[in-house]
């Protein structure tokens, strides 16, 4: 079984900042990649930032520059650093956790609830 708890969302000013937290626990043998993605109104679920267990970060080209992901594999969580924050990153943001149930088996997408996210003056 896995569990995310996310924190972090909330009302901020354009230009502002935030810091969204994921913590994961369960048995996953394996964790690839842990992300965060984003869904706004009318639209459809976006990747923001993922973290590669092997190290590699990679960014949506509308955040890169602003958002920093990090990921702690000691502590099972990812974060996602917001700088310079939009009104267009309005959003619900979602962690996403693709891991191993068993060595044998194929990999599975976990989410957490979501936070919301709203940019506004």
């Known amino acids: 079984q896995v569990h995310l708890v996310e924190s972090g969302g909330g009302l901020v000013q354009p230009g502002g900042s935030l810091r969204l937290s994921c913590a994961y626990s369960?048995?996953?043998?394996?964790?690839?990649?842990m992300g965060w993605y984003r869904q706004a109104p009318g639209q459809e679920r976006e990747l923001v930032a993922v973290?590669?267990?092997?190290?590699?970060?990679n960014y949506a080209d509308s955040v890169k520059g602003r958002f920093t992901i990090s990921r702690d594999n000691a502590k099972n969580t990812v974060d996602l650093q917001m700088n310079s924050l939009k009104p267009e990153d309005t959003a619900v943001y979602y962690c996403?956790?693709?891991?191993?149930?068993?060595?044998?088996?194929?990999?599975?997408?976990?989410w957490g609830q979501g936070t919301q996210v709203t940019v506004s003056s």
């Open positions: 996403n956790v693709r891991g191993y149930a068993h060595y044998s088996g194929p990999f599975s997408d976990y």
């Open positions: 973290a590669t267990a092997g190290g590699s970060r």
């Open positions: 369960g048995s996953l043998v394996s964790i690839p990649a």
